[in-house]
């Protein structure tokens, strides 16, 4: 009898950390979205304030961000990735 508890408590605890497990996955994309969604809002705002800089350009104008791959930020200039 004793055996056989001990057995439904080992797999009580596996299925409550596969639950678990799976819970903190869907948390971590949850906020991998959120982060990403507010850095590229935060990347947009970037790119219109560097429109606006004399000598800057309008690149918001020319290309979705569809269309756009990765930029960096480096010291007011923008390097393609």
Do not use: C, Y
């Not at 299925?15 to 590229?40: M, P, V, Y």
């Amino acid at each position: 009898m004793e055996i056989v508890r001990r057995e439904l408590e080992k797999k009580d605890l596996e299925r409550k950390k596969d639950r678990d497990a799976k819970r903190l996955l869907e948390q971590a994309d949850e906020i991998a979205r959120i982060i990403n969604r507010d850095f590229d809002a935060w990347r947009h705002q970037v790119q219109r304030t560097i429109a606006k800089v004399p000598g800057g350009s309008d690149r918001l104008a020319q290309a979705t961000t569809a269309e756009e791959p990765g930029e960096t930020l480096v010291v007011g200039r923008i390097f393609r990735r």
